[in-house]
């Protein structure tokens, strides 16, 4: 009686779960497939650490994206073995001590083990790192933008901004998740060359699977045609870029308007055009408070503030705080329901403060008492009028 054929499949499965309980594992990479998905070039396999502990981690590679989905250990083997038994021709493991190739032609099957020294497995920080909303590899908006190199790999020197945008995706994310629109509209007032937009559009579409349409406003002409190309190479449909001011682009129908970093009174066009589109949610991190900065020196704030605002530090701090203070109110006499809070540690940017406003009927109700405490406010602090109070004021007085 002769011994059965080793199964090479179940001993390369046997490898990578020995080499994942160990610590071993590297990496797996699953090629030459031939299944039903369109656009898949192939899986590369890690493992990473989450909360409810350890997982296999598939980057599922498409032509133009990639998902990321997480598995505990007999999913993931199950996974395994289904592909390489019917949809890959190729896998390649890594392992600190040995690489194993297994190459599949028809019934035939190659296993080939090679020794190896020398190779570190991957830190669990690094692990942890990689469990990003947005993993960085081959996206051509990253190249775009400077962050990855020509290879599709976040360079060394762009880590921190990587890690950024990051952040941004996990605070914008869960809001625009919220939204009830179907597919909701974002406009992103003061785009620059659109970080912001492209993370989240890619985040919402490929990975989280929420249809969205992203529009980025831009008064310089360059970044706008930039962003426009790049979108178009990286497939994004619903992400455009529009040239003009805040002011002059017309809103209608957006669900959120965003706004990170616009300058001085650019954040109080993009709350305006938030508030008069009827956007359910406004999301804008302010950038610099001159105009406040500038009403506080030039009028006379109450001499009991004196102490404070006769220090330009105190001064420029009281500043941020009173515009968007009175922006807040402002956003709740409209009927938003609003919050101030650091989305990002200090050290990473000291414009760090985020407005979130979302629209809700029962706020704003009382409006006498909100606009008396806009006036005792700027009788306080010596200012004639807020820019955005100034906006709205127009508004509701109608043409002349
Ligand atoms: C500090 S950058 C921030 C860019 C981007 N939001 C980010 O965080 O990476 C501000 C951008 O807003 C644009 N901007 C400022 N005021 C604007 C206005 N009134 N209308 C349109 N764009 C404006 C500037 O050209 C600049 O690109």
Request: net charge neutral; aromatic share 6%.
């Amino acid at each position: 009686m002769t011994a059965p054929a080793p199964d090479r499949i179940e001993e390369l499965l046997n490898a990578t779960k020995t080499a994942f309980i160990a610590g071993s594992l590297v990496r797996l990479k699953l090629g030459g497939y031939h299944g039903a998905e369109p656009d898949l070039k192939g899986i590369e396999i890690k493992k990473i650490t989450v909360k409810g502990g350890d997982r296999f981690s598939f980057t599922y590679r498409y032509k133009t994206r990639d998902i990321i989905k997480n598995f505990i250990q007999p999913e993931a083997l199950a996974l395994l073995r289904t592909g390489l038994k019917d949809e890959f021709s190729m896998a390649q493991l890594a392992t600190t001590g040995f690489d194993m190739v297994l190459e599949r032609n028809g019934l035939k099957i190659r296993l080939k083990r090679t020794e190896v020294e020398g190779r570190e497995a991957p830190s669990t920080e690094h692990n942890r790192a990689k469990n990003r909303p947005l993993n960085g590899s081959d996206k051509p908006w990253l190249k775009a933008l400077g962050i990855a190199g020509k290879d599709g790999v976040v360079r060394s020197d762009a880590q921190d901004k990587f890690r950024q945008i990051n952040k941004m995706v996990e605070i914008f994310a869960p809001l625009i998740q919220a939204l009830k629109a179907e597919q909701p509209l974002i406009v992103d007032m003061g785009a620059g060359k659109g970080y912001l937009d492209f993370a989240l559009y890619d985040y919402l579409s490929t990975v989280a699977k929420r249809p969205v349409g992203v529009v980025g406003v831009e008064m310089r002409e360059q970044l706008v045609a930039d962003g426009n190309a790049t979108a178009q190479q990286s497939g994004f449909d619903g992400l455009s870029f529009q040239t003009g001011t805040i002011l002059d682009f017309d809103a209608t129908g957006a669900d959120a308007v965003i706004a990170l970093h616009a300058c001085d009174t650019a954040t109080d066009d993009a709350i305006f055009k938030g508030i008069s589109a009827g956007a359910v949610l406004i999301a804008v991190a302010p950038c610099c408070h001159k105009q406040i900065r500038r009403q506080m020196e030039a009028g006379k704030p109450d001499a009991q503030l004196d102490f404070l605002l006769r220090h330009g530090t105190f001064l420029e701090k009281q500043a941020e705080m009173v515009t968007d203070g009175l922006r807040a109110l402002l956003l709740e006499l409209n009927g938003y329901r609003t919050k101030v809070f650091e989305f990002v540690s200090d050290a990473h940017t000291p414009k760090n403060n985020l407005i979130v406003a979302e629209k809700d009927d029962r706020v704003g109700r009382d409006r006498e008492a909100i606009l008396r405490q806009i006036a005792a406010i700027k009788a306080l602090f010596g200012i004639e009028e807020h820019y955005l109070e100034g906006l709205l004021g127009a508004r509701d007085a109608g043409p002349l």
